[in-house]
Nanobody, 122 residues
């Protein structure tokens, strides 16, 4: 059973940066992904960024391409989201997420979730 513990988040001005971190409780095998979602009240949870555990191939939502960078350190079982050039539209609850044994580069493959951390951009 995958456990996710995330940290980071906070309040920043537009144009600023934040880095989110997520620790994963177990080894993640090939074909699995980790990633980040975000959600606001009354809206669907949307995928922001994903990354393959093995190989490190990333994929992003169009809204964050060129601004956010996802990375991971497999030796530490830790995944990061570097958020740059933040916009007010990025304000949301951000969730660390992980797929089961198969990723496929699809948002729908993510089934495990962290507790969420609030990011507010003024």
């Amino acid at each position: 059973h995958v456990q996710l513990v995330e940290s980071g988040g906070g309040t920043v001005q537009a144009g600023g940066s934040l880095r989110l971190s997520c620790a994963v409780s177990e080894y993640r095998s090939r074909n699995t992904c980790m990633g980040w979602f975000r959600q606001n009240p009354g809206k669907e949870r949307e995928g922001v960024a994903g990354i393959y555990t093995v190989g490190g191939n990333p994929f992003y939502a169009d809204s964050v391409k060129g601004r956010f960078i996802i990375s991971r350190d497999n030796d530490k079982n830790t995944m990061y989201l570097q958020m740059n050039s933040l916009k007010p539209e990025d304000t949301a609850m951000y969730y660390c997420a992980a797929t089961g044994i198969y990723c496929g580069g699809r948002w729908s493959s993510f089934t495990y979730w962290g507790q969420g951390t609030q990011v507010t951009v003024s």
